[in-house]
Structures are given as C-alpha cells and as structure tokens.
C-alpha cells in the first residue's frame, strides 16, 4: 500500500500567509494649498503697501532704549500691577458678596458689576479726573482733607479708573471659578468643623484657581494694553510718552510703530508667564502636564539624531 505524499505542501504548523499591507493613498487638500497661496499673497501686499510709504524706520531702534520711553514702560507696568491687585481684590470680594445668602450685600455687589460693566473704561477715567470741576475739596472727616487737585493726581485717577472696572470683570470671573467647585467640598468642610472663611481660603479658592487663572492671565494682557487709555488724563505712560516723542522729533508714526513693538513685547512674556501659572494650577486636575517649550526644544533637539521606527 502506497501513500501519494504532496511534497509541495509545507509543514502543517506554517501560519498562513497575511493579508497583503495596505498602500494608503493620502488625500490632497487643494483648498488648504489655495489658502496659503492666498493669505502669502496678501502679506506680501501689505508689506508692500508700507515699504511705500516715507516711514524712517531707522528712529525706531534709535529711540528703543530711550530713558523717556524706559520710563514710560516701568509706568506702565506699574499701572497694569497696581490697577489688576485693586481688580483681583475687589473682584474676589465682589464675587463672595454676590454669592451671598445675604439680599443687601448681593444686591450691591450686583449694582456693581451691572454699574461698571456698563459704562466705557474711558468714560470712567475722564469723569474721575474732572470731578474737581464738581468738588473743590476731598473731606474725610477727621481722616482727611485737602484740595480735590492736590488729591485726585493723575496715577490716582487712573489706578481708580483701571481698578474698579476690572473689579467688576474680576468679580464675575470669580464668581464663576468658586461655582465650578462642587458643593460636596464644601459640606465635607462644615461636616469637619470648619468654618465658611476658613473653607473658602482651604477649600474652595484653591480647586477654584483652575478656572480663575486662564481667564485671569488673559485680563491682565488686557489691562497691560488698556493702560494706553490714560494718556487722556495726562499720565506719561508708554503711549503718551511715545506720542510727546513724535511729536518734537518730527517722527509720530514711527514712534507709534516703537509703542506697538513694546507692547507686543511685553504682553508675549506675560504670555509666557500665564502658560507656566495654567500649568502650576493643573497639577491636580491632568495626569500628565504638558511640556514646557524648553522641554519642547529639548525633545526636538534629541529626536533629531534618532533613527525613525527604532530607539536610540
């Protein structure tokens, strides 16, 4: 008896074959090249547009480092410090009273907000410097008294004008950040012991930090760029000073141009430094924080010399 053995066929513990790769073919997106082509073409124009124009660009780096305009720039960070700590304190104590259980301190601190939100900032701060047309002197009582022009100086009116307006965002910013904590942190707290200022200051500021900040760091690049609205109350800032600059050195647009390029400057570190505080207060709500640009740059440079598809 004999056995036809297929001499072909291979062993019986040979996989079968797999399924042949697929070549994926990558979807051409013309519509984003058109839109490149588009908006290259009109940054082309613009710069264009401008290098027409009889602008002396070399008064810009000339005047950079003025000590006029130095000065100018410490003024107005000065202003954006001292006028956000009044709209951060005002805020918060803003928010806490509209939160209230209270109907008389909820309703002034809703009169407030509904008051200040609704008038222009720029009328706030003309009507505080020209109310020495309406009082000729200040009376505190025992406490003080003096001329209204002697009190009301121009940093006052501004820091008044600045801080109380952003005391009425602040507040609703607030507001906002103390009602995304849940309310069981709060009973546990009473549960405890503890009382309300003392579960606000543990408790619920703390977890409510996550959702203030963002917000927070945005309004403080606001203000850093809403400080060029007091040059109307004669408080030499960055912009007035760049504005007098212009004007006896027969260069305003230039000096203007100078004025854009701090301000850019300054609101890109605060940029910067609102990143880091986001990423300090997401301690507790991410697994993973993202990565600094320094670890970014870091990352970049390594993964340079690595080979693609295998570890270094």
Known sequence: MTLDIDKTAGPEDTPPAGPEA??????????????????????????????????????????????????????????????????????????VMRL????????????????????????????WFNLGLVFTYINLGPIYK???????????????????????????????????????????????????SKTLRRIVIPQAMRVIVPPTGNEVINMLKTTSLVAVI??????????????????????LFLAAAWYLLLTSVFSVGQYYLERYYARGSSRTLPATPFQKIKASLLSLGRPRGGMA
């Open 22 to 95: 697929i070549k994926a073919i990558p979807v051409r997106h013309y519509g984003r090249y058109v839109s490149a082509v588009v908006a290259i073409a009109l940054l082309v124009a613009v710069i264009y547009a401008f290098s027409q124009g009889k602008i002396n660009w070399g008064a810009i780096p000339d005047y950079f480092f003025d000590h006029r305009i130095i000065d100018g720039v410490l003024k107005t960070l000065l202003l954006t410090v001292l006028s956000m700590l009044i709209g951060v304190v005002g805020g918060v104590l803003l928010a």
């Open 100 to 127: 209230s259980k209270n109907p008389v301190t909820s309703s002034i601190a809703w009169f407030y907000i509904w008051f200040f939100r609704g008038t222009p900032v720029l009328v706030q701060l003309v009507v």
């Open 146 to 196: 003096d001329y209204w022009s002697s009190f009301m100086t121009p940093l006052l009116t501004a820091l008044l004008g600045l801080g109380l307006n952003e005391a009425a965002y602040m507040a609703e910013i607030c507001r906002a950040g103390l009602l995304s904590v849940d309310e069981g942190q709060t009973e546990a707290s009473h549960a405890l012991g503890m009382s309300h």
């Open 234 to 255: 004669q408080y030499s800032e960055l912009f007035r000073v760049a504005q007098d600059i212009g004007q006896t050195s027969g260069a305003p647009a230039e000096m």
